[in-house]
């Protein structure tokens, strides 16, 4: 059974940092990629950032690029999201995705594996 656990959440101040973490189980997704999608309440969910199998690479919401950065470590099967500079607006659902594609994908639609997903919270 494949699964997906995202840790690292939790409640920051506007212009602090958090690092969320997301390790697969069940398979390896070394061949597969990988992305963050996010959630607040009463909005529908939205891409964050997806990563190539490589890792080499990789699409970036305008609304986080420049803060956010996305890490893999394959040896791990874990994925990482670097998350700088945060902002309320940034308080959402944190949602890691897998896929069964090699290339970054934008679309949830691509993704087959998801996350229980961590809640991050950003005062103002």
């Known amino acids: 059974q494949v699964q997906l656990v995202e840790s690292g959440g939790g409640l920051v101040q506007a212009g602090g940092s958090l690092r969320l973490s997301c390790t697969a189980s069940?398979?390896?997704?070394?061949?597969?990629?990988m992305g963050w999608f996010r959630q607040a309440p009463g909005k529908e969910r939205e891409f964050v950032v997806a990563?190539?199998?490589?890792?080499?690479?990789?699409y970036y919401a305008d609304s986080v690029k420049g803060r956010f950065t996305i890490s893999r470590d394959n040896a791990k099967n874990t994925v990482y999201l670097q998350m700088n500079s945060l902002k309320p607006e940034d308080t959402a659902v944190y949602y890691c995705?897998?896929?069964?594609?090699?290339?970054?994908?934008?679309?949830?639609?691509?993704?087959?594996?998801w996350g229980q997903g961590t809640q991050v919270t950003v005062s103002s």
């Open positions: 995705a897998a896929s069964n594609l090699r290339f970054a994908e934008v679309s949830s639609g691509l993704y087959d594996y």
């Open positions: 069940g398979r390896t997704f070394s061949d597969n990629a």
């Open positions: 990563t190539a199998w490589s890792g080499g690479s990789t």
